[in-house]
């Protein structure tokens, strides 16, 4: 083998070495670096939506077409919404606006199974309903009563928006404690601006844990001169769940009613009229206050045993006290400081 030759064979030899090299060193470093590029974690809430979705369930408000034929061929759909079961045997919360003079309620639960549920009972201060299915083994989303809920919290909304089947919307949580949107004044409304359209009335509102935070009702903007986008609004779960459980003892939510108003949810501290207490605007012509003397302008200053500080305060602590009960109430009147008895009436059904 001449010179040249073998010159060009050592070249050959040196290059294939070289390229085993390079496949043996450069490659696998290119894989890993492709491979851990591809696996790299990325921010999901599925793991929250595997949790609490099965859960939540489609509720349908049905009516007769004929009010004269009550036959079942002429049940339409008036209304939709969602619903969260509640417990493994069947109870399920929604919104009273979803079921409101149904004369057939659907659901549908996402593992296909579909039930005539009965109304259990409802509350239109709280715009809930409890509705029961013959059922068992159901699946329920895990509640943390510990878990302080927080402005700027990610959640999920999950329901059934303009029937398009279960979808999942994400915002965060806006503010809590909005108790001024409510009719009566006596709402605590989460706001959050997870978006929730119609149908999505009565299902979950869940935090990044799939834990159940609130029962998803409103959205503000859509039928008012100015749009609001991103002002949508659940109930608290705590009150949802103290709400289900006087339903399902009781029919309905039994609560004291006083007969006042006060004004804007203001304490008579915050107006500067006095160091505590709260400011009466209206006194309702027969209700317990008017027939105890209470009137426009006095300042309530202790019910029973507790101290009036803010309007809200005072009215769920009236709430939870027994109808026909008599409590003491001691007001401020023009600087005098004076007691009267008054036996409390039942909440009326709005």
């Known amino acids: 083998m001449n010179t040249l030759t073998t010159k060009k064979v050592l070249q050959a030899i040196v290059f294939g070495l070289f390229c085993a090299i390079l496949i043996i060193y450069v490659v696998p470093t290119i894989n890993f670096h492709a491979n851990k590029w591809h696996s790299k974690d990325i921010i999901s809430y599925n793991d929250a939506v595997i949790i609490a979705s099965p859960a939540v369930v489609?509720?349908?408000?049905?009516?007769?077409?004929?009010?004269?034929?009550?036959?079942?061929?002429?049940?339409?759909?008036?209304?939709?919404?969602?619903?969260?079961?509640?417990?493994?045997?069947?109870?399920?919360?929604?919104?009273?606006h979803v079921i409101e003079n149904a004369d057939q309620i659907i659901v549908a639960l996402q593992s296909g199974s579909v039930f005539n549920a009965i109304l259990i009972g409802s509350d239109t201060l709280t715009d809930l309903a409890v509705l029961k299915i013959q059922a068992q083994n159901?699946?329920?989303?895990?509640?943390?009563?510990?878990?302080?809920?927080?402005?700027?919290?990610?959640?999920?909304a999950i329901g059934n928006p303009l029937n398009l089947g279960q979808s999942i919307t994400q915002g965060i949580i806006s503010a809590t404690g909005r108790y001024a949107l409510s009719e009566g004044g006596r709402q605590n409304f989460i706001q959050t601006d997870a978006s929730i359209n119609k149908g999505n009335s009565g299902g979950a509102l869940v935090?990044?844990?799939?834990?159940?935070?609130?029962?998803?009702?409103?959205?503000?903007?859509?039928?008012?001169?100015?749009?609001?986008?991103?002002?949508?609004?659940?109930?608290?779960?705590?009150?949802?769940?103290?709400?289900?459980?006087?339903?399902?003892?009781?029919?309905?939510?039994?609560?004291?009613?006083?007969?006042?108003?006060?004004?804007?949810?203001?304490?008579?501290?915050?107006?500067?009229?006095?160091?505590?207490?709260?400011?009466?605007?209206?006194?309702?012509?027969?209700?317990?206050?008017?027939?105890?003397?209470?009137?426009?302008?006095?300042?309530?200053?202790?019910?029973?045993?507790?101290?009036?500080?803010?309007?809200?305060?005072?009215m769920n602590d009236i709430a939870e006290m027994k109808p026909n009960t008599q409590v003491p109430v001691l007001i401020s009147r023009q600087g005098n400081i004076i007691k009267l008895d008054v036996t409390l009436g039942e909440f009326p059904d709005l």
């Open 58 to 96: 489609n509720v349908y408000n049905q009516t007769f077409d004929n009010s004269n034929v009550q036959d079942s061929q002429n049940l339409k759909v008036n209304n939709l919404g969602s619903g969260v079961i509640m417990t493994e045997s069947g109870y399920i919360l929604t919104n009273k």
């Open 138 to 156: 159901l699946p329920t989303i895990p509640q943390n009563p510990d878990r302080v809920i927080r402005v700027g919290d990610v959640v999920l």
């Open 207 to 314: 935090n990044s844990n799939g834990e159940l935070i609130g029962i998803n009702t409103l959205q503000l903007g859509r039928n008012y001169e100015e749009l609001a986008e991103g002002l949508n609004f659940a109930i608290p779960i705590d009150l949802a769940d103290e709400v289900m459980n006087k339903i399902i003892k009781d029919g309905k939510v039994i609560r004291g009613y006083l007969g006042v108003n006060s004004v804007l949810f203001y304490s008579a501290k915050q107006l500067g009229l006095s160091d505590k207490g709260v400011l009466i605007t209206r006194v309702e012509k027969g209700g317990p206050a008017d027939l105890a003397g209470i009137l426009p302008n006095d300042i309530i200053l202790k019910i029973g045993n507790v101290d009036a500080e803010t309007p809200t305060q005072m």
